[in-house]
């Protein structure tokens, strides 16, 4: 069994799983934070007016800190940088007036030939992104498994993303049409050389290997990929079981989202494989509440894209959030929330409302502005049976989950498309909308639109860096605040999760490899492995049998004997009597070809030349226990030890347990030196230390002739 790591970090999973001969891709998430390397699509920079007003700001700093922040606009030193980044504050940004964004993918170099994957397992809808790049641009021919709402959510999601991405590189086109020195730049900037002249100018500093492997980013698919993708996968429930080629992959709940999972895959007789990647214990939040039972006792546990942030706790996070929208409104500001469009957003809009009422503040309406805004809205309230226990039963009331809809019947909470479907905002508010990037979406409208010092914006996605996100806002004077809720387990959980669990092996990204531990309840220790992108990991094979099929035909011509254990067995005949209530054995000779089809071992009667074949190397095997007693006389009786005037003694070591010399000239090449021969024997051993073949064929022959029981 290997496992190799096709993510580009701890927080975009995707992992190859090699099990029983089978291929299987554990998620295929996008590293979506490459798109804080572009500058957003509604902001213009200039690298003279860029570096005017770090000086202007800086002008109190050391000397160091002006020379770092004129260090560079590439004009000295390189023009043709100059047309692609953009230094801000010391840190490069792709501009972007030169460029699409392009979106990192998992290192799928790694796989020679898709048409060899033989399934996908998708755990929930953060981990999607990248699915269209398989189905729609490799040869990709397996089958592809996800929960019903990981498969719907996703979908809009993925077509949220294209729909931004779309307007985005509009931008870029408009402004390359108003560059006169802009001829088809928006791959150019990924060209080897340009790269290899931006690492030069990087040695040494903090972003020295930012855009390394910047070449292998890609354009964006299209909605048209999106559609047919999704058509391919197969919707499952949780606990529904897959059975696949002699194994079944199982999800259960992982408490993260709506319909996401954690994976079982186990076959009888091999490795228990469990996968958990975004998984939270809370009991509070409305998905379906993490199940632990389904994925104890694993052979091996793959654990991925834990907490980000673990120092601050979501309850914290929380609590701070409201203070700041708190007091935000009571200065008449209105507060911005970049955030994704499923997810921590559907936990937010109740307690938000909640809290306004506490505050007196029910008057401020809540904007929710996304082109899947109302299908979120509309899914969430559809999926009952993906929620907890309490959301649920109101849905038996009858009545809608989530509050949403009595939340609008008061006009304190409203959906729009974009902001530009009729959206007017009463001041003050709080806006919902994305990207969380803030480099593409409506955000980046919002924030030229409310750039007020009385405003918040207020940053709660973890899976972007704050300083990358917010440095190109440096002009902005509303206040940024990076307060990231992020409900999947912590460190400390994941330790408890797995003292749990009791893995015999876990895997683990190398950045957590000082803070997991593979501790079980019993205070014993599995192993632990961590592993970095482009790793490799081979587990040892610990299995005990393979399950497989025996062709009808066969199966017809099959006679069983019965061997018990109580009893010898002389001729081929034996008492079916059951001792101590335990069943007898039941054995049979076959003779078959073994095969693989699918996947599947299958023994099949041999044809013609597969019986010339093995007619010659048939094999015995010994059942039972050995008859101390007659194998020794069967020793001292055989003629050939006596016509050669061999030397045979006993020694009684133990009881049933003896040493049996015997004694041989050897006349071979005018040699009288006698030839040894000794045989340890016991009624479940023996052992034959001699160099001379022939004697211990003779041996093997009196040891099968005398055994307790009969061999095949």
């Not at 007003?53 to 000397?63: E, G, L, R």
Request: charged content about 20%; proline content about 4%.
């Amino acid at each position: 069994m290997k496992v190799h790591c096709l993510s580009q970090s701890a927080q975009s999973p995707c992992f190859l799983l090699e099990y029983k001969n089978v291929k299987i891709l554990l998620d295929c998430a996008l590293e979506i934070s490459s798109i804080l390397h572009f500058l957003p699509k509604n902001l213009n920079y200039n690298n003279n007016n860029n570096n005017n007003n770090n000086n202007n700001n800086n002008n109190n700093n050391n000397n160091n800190n002006n020379n770092n922040n004129n260090s560079y606009s590439f004009k000295e030193k390189d023009k043709e940088l100059n047309q692609f980044f953009k230094n801000i504050n010391g840190t490069l940004y792709i501009d972007n007036g030169c460029s699409n964004i392009k979106y990192n993918c998992p290192q799928f170099e790694m796989i020679d030939d898709f048409s060899t994957i033989d399934m996908i397992l998708i755990s929930n809808y953060t981990n999607i992104y990248a699915l269209p790049f398989i189905t729609e641009y490799t040869n990709f021919q397996g089958k592809i498994y996800a929960t019903e709402p990981t498969v719907q959510i996703g979908k809009l999601l993925l077509e949220e993303l294209v729909q931004m991405d779309k307007q985005y590189s509009n931008s870029s086109v408009n402004n390359n049409n108003n560059n006169n020195n802009n001829n088809n730049l928006s791959d150019y900037w990924q060209n080897i050389e340009i790269l290899e002249k931006l690492n030069v100018h990087n040695v040494g500093m903090e972003n020295e290997n930012l855009y390394r492997d910047s070449y292998r980013w890609k354009d964006l698919y299209k909605k048209i990929d999106i559609e047919k993708s999704f058509e391919k996968i197969q919707s499952i429930r949780f606990n529904e079981s897959i059975k696949h080629y002699g194994f079944e992959c199982i999800p259960s709940s992982s408490g993260y989202g709506l319909g996401s999972a954690n994976w079982v895959i186990e076959s009888k007789g091999f490795e228990r494989v469990v996968y958990i990647s975004d998984s939270s214990l809370s009991l509070s939040r409305y998905p379906t509440p993490f199940q632990l039972s389904p994925i104890d006792n694993p052979d091996l546990l793959i654990l991925s894209k834990i907490n980000h942030y673990p120092n601050n706790p979501p309850d914290q996070m929380l609590s701070e959030l409201c203070s700041n929208i708190g007091s935000t409104l009571q200065q008449g500001g209105t507060v911005l929330i970049p955030s994704y469009s499923c997810g921590i957003i559907l936990d937010l809009f109740e307690h938000l409302a909640d809290y306004l009422n506490k505050v007196g503040l029910p008057y401020v309406p809540i904007y929710f502005v996304s082109s899947v805004s109302k299908a979120v809205l509309s899914y969430a309230d559809i999926y009952s049976e993906w929620l907890n226990k309490s959301k649920q039963e109101r849905a038996f009331m009858p009545e809608t989950p989530f509050l949403h809809q009595d939340l609008m019947r008061k006009g304190q909470f409203q959906a729009y498309q974009h902001v530009h479907s009729n959206f007017q905002a009463n001041d003050p508010c709080i806006i919902f909308t994305g990207h969380p990037s803030c480099r593409i979406g409506d955000i980046t409208t919002l924030i030229k639109l409310y750039d007020n010092p009385k405003n918040s914006i207020l940053l709660i996605e973890p899976d972007f860096d704050f300083k990358s996100t917010v440095l190109p806002f440096s002009k902005q004077i509303s206040r940024i605040q990076f307060l990231p809720i992020d409900p999947r387990i912590n460190f400390n959980e994941a330790n408890l999760l797995i003292s749990k669990l009791s893995p015999k092996h876990l895997i683990i990204p190398k950045i957590y490899k000082n803070y997991v531990k593979n501790k079980h309840s019993n205070g014993n220790f599995g192993i632990v492995t961590t592993i970095l992108p482009l790793d490799t990991i081979k587990i040892q094979n610990n299995q005990n049998f393979e399950s497989g099929f025996i062709d009808k035909e066969l199966a017809q011509t099959i006679q069983t004997k019965v061997l018990d254990k109580s009893s010898q067995l002389k001729n081929n005949t034996t008492t079916t009597t059951c001792i101590n209530n335990q069943q007898p054995i039941h054995v049979a000779e076959i003779t078959g070809v073994l095969s693989m089809s699918d996947h599947e071992l299958i023994i099949s009667p041999p044809n013609i030349s597969d019986s010339n074949k093995i007619i010659h190397i048939k094999e015995k095997f010994i059942w039972g226990t050995l008859s101390v007693e007659n194998i020794i006389k069967a020793i001292n009786s055989t003629k050939q030890f006596k016509n050669n005037g061999d030397s045979i003694e006993f020694f009684e070591i133990n009881e049933n347990y003896y040493l049996i010399k015997i004694s041989s000239k050897n006349k071979t090449n005018n040699n009288n030196n006698d030839q040894v021969t000794n045989i340890h024997l016991s009624p479940q051993n023996i052992n034959i230390e001699t160099s001379c073949e022939t004697t211990r064929r003779l041996i093997s022959d009196i040891v099968l002739l005398n055994c307790n029981g009969f061999y095949v």
